[in-house]
């Protein structure tokens, strides 16, 4: 199948070039000129990690059952697309398709620009079926009232643990509730580095700091856009976190979220909050791993933090119809069940939630479970990347070294109110 | 003088037809030749150099951002808010604390090795070799590597203090001992390069101004002061100029090392300035702090030709 | 050379006799801190992860493994980017020394009005953050259709600023009566350049030629901003790939490194004579 497909598209090649209708060294999409041939899409993602062979599946399988239309996948880390997507989609030279980030806000930076295409082509059967996707999502990526993009993947964090560093602390279950929490990350922290109860990362990492915080009732942005750092709740919520990153050392301070992650991996750290996308790579790290959800919070509620990747459509693509057709595909409900099997991460699917294959399996059910708890990190705020970039990660570098709470909450919250655009 | 003779033997045979040639290309001399050799270079520099950066010069008098509907004039007003911010003031200060401290220790340190590796040697030019080897690899590699050898947890800095009992500091997220970690890097990178120019410019250096000095019975010290040091100004003008400028745009490193952190404490201005202009879309305010940088390059540029009175050295 | 040496030894106190000897000391420190990290780097690229946070103080593996190499090797059209990079590099280097002499030649050795200007007007073009021209050069290349060809990889980096100061330097160094010379003899501009200037400069060329080849190999963001498709990718920028937010495996990361300066490293062992000879004469007037 795949060998056949490969010469066909070399005898398309040499054709067009005896033709002379190439499409041109940088048309990604060239219309070419008999028009006979198939449609021709490139999408641009930053899928590296270990959930990478899930996309390439649904991109295989979507050429395989669309003679008509072929796309083809370019994986580039993160860094390259947020500095070149802006230009490419606005000269029209980039690709059609394109997840612009790993950071949902990023879609409202391209609505301004008006360099993403309105997704029309919605309803059931073969369309984009938006009634099916989690509405937090579809309400993530709809601005005054037109949807921009959909999601590439919905994952959620749970909290993993080393079962055999647990068994060396007496401690027979993961913690339940967040006095739980707190008590194990304190046992399970050895002094002089040898080992970390609970590692935390703060920069160029998936968000773990404002689990903690909402899991003690407090918040980055309310939502009137107005700084919550300040506010009594928040402190209290990032007090006995921060004293025990300083006092106990129950974290190195200032960790990236690959540090954390190769921290936990090598047996350094008995606890971190995390999506499934580490699963398969601590697993063959020949961790005794466990999963389980975030503990219940200080209302007796468990939060914890949802992740998705925006998938969207450049406004200068010559084929919108089939552009969306393709991100239907995506989303479809067949390719969210296969790819939710080989890569461990929850359904973005609300027909998915209860499918019984899915259920049976363990890591997929975890993270599946804490769909209805997951919160977005600055949902809509506005400005949002430079709210984490100016202020949240600075504010929690400082307080994880020791500098005053309130403080700091109070600085932070200053630069956070000028770029959201708060007045009180 | 021997190329001369061979050519003058190359060119023997012409030489009538040449002479009777100088009379009409005597008249043609308002043809400049010279603009003929340059075309390429300037229009490649003219097209992808001058013309862009004239380009984000616009762009800093506008707020621009990448495909926006609307780009208002601002006149100055990324420039002033420039000047209010206190990122800004944070990595200006950062890059000239980079740029001072490395820079002088790299001249220093290089112009002490290339006179402690003067004289050829099999042993000496093993050494050299030894030390200018970092200049071949990559900013990038060098940085991955630097970033997990001062890992307190994998880094064999860490490792060892911890078999020798001390504690394993962690260098890049300390905020007192990060820049100082990214300025040990970047002279570890450039001391070999900075040698090898020095090299060179001492062996230019001809003999009998030594033997002079030391006849009138100078002391080393004075010997380098008075007769090296002098004699290699070109040397020190090319290696300051060349760092300075290097260091005042450094990026690949910081960028790899720590991102600009902790909490903006490696922060510079060309990290902010890429930060701005393609984390944050800021494409106007990042090209009002280019300008700046720009500007600031070219001052101190033109100060260490006046210092070093590059006029007289042509 | 020698009896001036002992003459002056002689009138030297003890102390200062020693120190010759001594400087070796601080050389020898500095020489085992400047290969230190390489043989750390090349060891972790064969080590497992659990090797590494076990053993830190250890420079070698204690157990060696190929999982760093297999894991470039399987996610990367391997040779393809190696061509890539040598086309790259290569041709861009061979244009640029081409382009950079002729332009110092006239800076050198032609007297024309504007001269002074011209030379400030390349040496300012240095000053300039590359960063900062990113946007609307990519903008041009799109215009031009430039974007994801080697024609956009190589002409706009087809001359630099730093190679024409550097060989303008080396021709000014060169005596005025050379070509005073030829020019009786009849010879035009280009038969100088080509026949007088070119063959006395032979190590500045050659240290033009190693230094941009060297900072084209090694460079990354313009490679990643002008191609598009993995297949037009050089070494360097497809090495990217295993830098993800999610994923640390250092001997892959080390692996990627170590692959990317081995053709450089190789080069420079066999050639290190050039290398060092040539960078040498940068500094020369």
């Known amino acids: 199948m795949k060998k056949t497909l490969a010469v066909a598209a070399s005898a398309a090649t040499v054709l067009a070039a005896l033709t002379g209708c190439s499409a041109g060294a940088g048309g990604s999409s060239g219309p070419g000129g008999s028009g006979s041939g198939p449609v021709k899409l490139t999408v641009w993602t930053g899928f590296t990690g270990g959930d990478r062979p899930g996309y390439d599946q649904i991109v295989k399988d979507f050429n395989a059952s669309h003679k008509n239309i072929q796309v083809s996948m370019t994986v580039q880390p993160w860094d390259t697309i947020t500095q070149k997507l802006p230009s490419a989609w606005l000269t029209g030279s980039g690709p059609d398709i394109a997840a612009p980030s790993s950071d949902p806000n990023v879609i409202a930076q391209y609505v301004k620009t008006n360099s993403v295409l309105p997704l029309t082509d919605t309803g059931s059967g073969s369309k984009i079926n938006v009634d099916q996707i989690a509405p937090a999502l579809i309400k993530e990526y709809t601005y005054n009232g037109k949807l921009y993009a959909v999601p590439a993947n919905y994952a959620t964090l749970s909290l993993y643990y080393n079962k055999k560093m647990f068994a060396a602390a007496g401690i027979s279950a993961p913690p339940s509730t967040l006095a739980e929490f707190e008590a194990d990350a304190k046992k399970l922290t050895k002094p002089g580095g040898k080992q970390y109860g609970l590692v935390l990362a703060d920069n160029q990492t998936i968000q773990m700091w404002p689990i903690l915080q909402w899991l003690g009732g407090g918040d980055i942005v309310s939502s009137n856009n107005c700084s919550a750092l300040a506010s009594p709740q928040s402190q209290a919520s990032l007090k006995p976190w921060v004293d025990m990153v300083v006092k106990d050392k129950i974290s190195p301070v200032g960790l990236t979220g690959a540090q954390a992650d190769s921290l936990f991996s090598a047996g350094k750290a008995a606890m971190e909050m995390n999506g499934p996308w580490a699963a398969p790579g601590y697993k063959s790290a020949g961790i005794d791993l466990g999963i389980a959800p975030i503990p219940a919070g200080a209302d007796g509620h468990s939060v914890t933090l949802g992740s998705t990747a925006p998938l969207a459509i450049s406004a200068k693509t010559k084929y919108p119809q089939q552009a969306q057709e393709f991100l239907a595909y995506w989303t479809s409900k067949t390719e969210q069940k296969k790819f939710s099997l080989t890569t461990g991460f929850p359904t973005l699917r609300t027909d998915l939630a209860s499918d019984p294959q899915l259920k049976a399996n363990e890591t997929i059910a975890t993270f599946t479970a804490q769909v209805p708890d997951a919160r977005l990190y600055l949902p809509k705020v506005p400005q949002a990347t430079q709210v984490d970039a100016n202020g949240y990660v600075p504010f929690i570098g400082q307080i994880t070294r020791g500098q005053s709470l309130s403080a700091q909450a109070a600085a932070a919250s200053k630069t956070i109110n000028s770029l959201t655009g708060c007045s009180s | 003088m021997s190329a001369q003779t061979a050519l003058r033997a190359r060119e023997g045979a012409p030489l009538s037809r040449a002479r009777e040639g100088a009379e009409p290309r005597r008249r043609r001399r308002r043809w400049q030749p010279a603009w003929l050799f340059m075309a390429p270079s300037l229009l490649i520099l003219g097209v992808f150099v001058i013309y862009p950066i004239l380009v984000s010069f616009w762009y800093s008098l506008h707020d621009w951002t990448i495909g926006a509907a609307v780009e208002p004039f601002v006149g100055l007003g990324n420039y002033i808010a420039l000047f209010q911010d206190p990122q800004f003031y944070n990595a200006l200060g950062n890059t000239v604390e980079l740029t001072i401290v490395s820079v002088v220790l790299l001249i220093v340190l290089g112009l002490a090795l290339a006179i402690g590796l003067l004289k050829d040697g099999p042993v000496t030019k093993i050494v050299r070799s030894t030390f200018f080897f970092p200049t071949v690899v990559s900013l990038t590699s060098i940085g991955l590597v630097w970033r997990f050898l001062l890992d307190p947890d994998i880094g064999l800095i860490g490792g060892i203090s911890h078999a020798l009992g001390l504690p394993a500091l962690d260098w890049l997220q300390s905020t007192t001992l990060a820049l100082p970690a990214v300025i040990f890097v970047d002279i570890w990178k450039n001391v070999g390069f900075v040698m090898i120019i020095f090299i060179g410019g001492l062996k230019a250096v001809p003999g009998e101004r030594y033997e002079a000095g030391r006849l009138d019975g100078a002391s080393e010290w004075q010997i380098t002061r008075y007769i090296t040091l002098p004699s290699i100004r070109p040397t020190l003008l090319f290696a300051t100029l060349i760092l300075t400028i290097q260091s005042l745009q450094l990026f690949d490193l910081v960028y790899v090392m720590t991102g600009g952190g902790p909490i903006f404490h490696t922060d510079t201005l060309v990290t902010e300035l890429f930060r701005e202009g393609f984390v944050n879309y800021r494409t106007g305010y990042a090209s009002a702090i280019s300008w700046v940088l720009f500007a600031l390059i070219m001052l101190i540029s033109a100060l260490q030709l006046r210092i070093f009175r590059y006029d007289d050295v042509d | ?285």
């Open chain 3, 1 to 285: 050379m020698t009896t001036s040496t002992e003459a002056v030894g002689a009138r030297r106190r003890p102390i200062a006799r020693l120190l010759p000897g001594l400087r070796w000391l601080p050389i020898g420190v500095g020489a085992v801190i400047a290969v230190v990290p390489f043989l750390w780097m090349l060891g972790v690229s064969f080590r497992s992860e659990n090797d590494l946070f076990a053993h830190p103080e250890s420079l070698l593996p204690q157990a060696w493994t190929l999982h760093g190499y297999l894991g470039v090797w399987e996610q990367l059209p391997f040779l393809r980017l190696v061509l890539n990079t040598v086309v790259f590099a290569g041709v861009t280097t061979a244009l640029t020394v081409l382009l950079d002499s002729l332009c110092a030649y006239a800076l050198a050795r032609i007297r024309f009005r504007g001269r002074t200007l011209c030379f400030y007007l390349v040496l300012a073009t240095l000053m300039v953050p590359f960063q900062v021209t990113l946007i609307p050069v990519f903008i041009e290349l799109f215009h031009l259709g430039w974007l994801n060809t080697y024609q956009g990889l190589i002409i706009p980096r087809a001359t630099s600023a730093f190679g024409i100061f550097l060989l303008r330097q080396a021709f000014l160094s060169i005596p005025p009566d050379l070509d005073e010379a030829a020019r009786i003899d009849g010879a035009g501009h280009f038969r100088i350049y080509r026949q007088v200037i070119l063959p006395l400069s032979k190590p500045a060329l050659a240290t033009v030629a190693l230094l941009n080849f060297m900072a084209l190999w090694n460079d990354l963001l313009w490679p990643l901003i002008v191609t598009s498709t993995p297949e037009m990718r050089t070494l360097p920028a497809g090495l990217t790939l295993f830098g993800g937010t999610h994923v640390t495996d250092h001997a892959v990361l080390l692996a990627g490194a170590t692959i990317s300066l081995l053709p450089l490293a190789i080069a420079f062992f066999l050639a290190q004579r050039y290398f060092v000879a040539g960078v040498a004469t940068t500094g020369l007037k």
